[in-house]
């Protein structure tokens, strides 16, 4: 039984953020199952909060399982930006209607390594 979104008991927040990251590892999963192969994928508790606070400037708090940090950008993003802010407004839209819904969004896990360098 595999099981993503509102409907499990992940003890994180319930965000489009948790979910796109839970429909990778859910992906990657049925694949291997009807490979016959051994599951491996594992959900890290990835969700993300993006917090309003000023005018046109945003926190984007990105963490998983215990209050682990997991932020995709190489900055700090517990810093107010505007770039974050536009990110929200502008490409974060999009990403939803027509990569999450579509099944074709699976969270940010590999912009996240290529903006670490492969670090993270």
Request: glycine share 12%; with cysteine; net charge positive.
């Amino acid at each position: 039984v595999f099981a993503i979104g509102d409907c499990n008991s992940c003890p994180t927040g319930k965000t489009a953020a948790k979910v796109a990251a839970e429909s990778g590892v859910l992906y990657e999963n049925i694949q291997k199952l009807m490979k016959g192969e051994k599951l491996s994928g594992s959900y890290n508790g990835y969700t993300s909060c993006p917090l309003t606070v000023g005018d046109n400037k945003l926190v984007l708090a990105e963490f998983g399982y215990d209050g682990a940090i997991l932020e995709t950008f190489p900055f700090n993003q517990a810093n107010p930006m505007w770039l974050t802010y536009f990110l929200k407004k502008e490409v974060m839209p999009p990403l939803y209607w027509h990569g999450l819904i579509k099944g074709t969004w699976r969270g940010p896990g590999v912009f996240r390594k290529l903006a670490h360098l492969g670090t993270v």
